[in-house]
């Protein structure tokens, strides 16, 4: 359940060369501080020429930690899943991919030093990877929908009490399917934040029945977790004194947002910080620059569907 696309180390694109030859960024980035989250929906499985040039993109640190998977067939689909991760961010930043410069520490969320005010997410599962970029706190997260062997002790490891008990009223595929949206919101919303998977999945929950359009998400001692009646558990919204989720001080916790992003096949959400805000999902490739040297010409050209 592990996001495979987040490297073990620090990740940095620091080629000088490149970045010598690369545009100045945009200061900031199209939406930087805008109520709009874009989310790229992009092929793991792509044409020998477009996986060349995305992963042509890659810099060291990224090619070493590729050569560290057993199967080549895992290394294929990371290398192009990080590729797509430059040339997003690439087209919003007006820099050639390769120059981009990515600071991922272990166990931490990507920062993007040549973009301040700007956060981006990557998740991939099967044959897709999502790219979230947004001027706030933002992550992303995707699973392929199958049958779980071990469902029940997923559920029991990272659920709520009372997103247990709504899972298990329910039967058959319902049940896998339930649990793969619940799990994408919450971590999702630990990328988000920073955490990862430091902070038990079981202690996250949502404001109201998932998936729907969207939701408040945050976390709580997981003692004090379900103890709430319904009426009261609205995180972020309710007074301490009847709140069991979402207590925790705004500068602290703040309030966060969770959406569903439509993928075939697939579970998929995404989390930002604040209210308000929606999703644009983007779907065409051929608009997004991947080979060394291309120039982006202002936004980036992609069909945006709003969910």
Do not use: Y
Request: glycine share 12%.
């Amino acid at each position: 359940m592990r996001d495979s696309a987040s490297p073990g180390g620090e990740t940095r694109g620091s080629n000088h060369d490149r970045r010598a030859s690369a545009r100045r960024p945009r200061p900031g980035g199209r939406g930087a501080g805008s109520g709009e989250v874009d989310v790229w929906v992009l092929p793991l499985d792509v044409s020998a020429d477009r996986r060349r040039a995305l992963v042509g993109t890659l810099d060291p640190e990224e090619q070493e930690r590729a050569r560290r998977f057993r199967h080549p067939g895992d290394a294929r689909r990371w290398s192009v899943g990080r590729g797509w991760f430059r040339a997003v961010l690439g087209a919003r930043l007006g820099l050639d991919p390769a120059a981009v410069a990515i600071v991922q520490p272990r166990g931490a969320k990507p920062i993007l030093p040549d973009a301040p005010g700007i956060e981006a997410s990557l998740s991939r599962a099967g044959g897709v990877a999502l790219v979230a970029v947004a001027g706030r706190a933002v992550g992303v997260d995707v699973e392929h929908l199958r049958p779980l062997d071990d469902l029940g002790l997923l559920v029991a490891a990272t659920c709520t009490p009372a997103e247990t008990a709504a899972i298990e009223a329910l039967r058959g595929a319902e049940r896998h399917e339930r649990f793969l949206a619940l799990w994408t919101a919450k971590e999702a919303f630990l990328k988000a934040r920073g955490t990862g998977l430091a902070v038990e999945p079981a202690t996250v929950a949502l404001d109201r029945p998932w998936p729907t359009s969207a939701a408040r998400i945050g976390t709580a001692p997981a003692a004090r977790i379900g103890t709430a009646p319904p009426s009261a558990a609205r995180i972020g919204t309710a007074p301490p004194s009847a709140a069991r989720i979402g207590t925790a001080p705004p500068s602290a916790a703040g309030v966060w947002t969770v959406r569903p992003v439509t993928v075939p096949g697939c579970a998929a959400a995404v989390v930002a910080a604040g209210t308000g805000w929606t999703v644009r999902t983007h779907l065409g490739l051929e608009a997004l620059p991947v080979a060394a040297g291309a120039e982006p010409t202002g936004p980036v050209a992609m069909a945006g569907v709003r969910s």
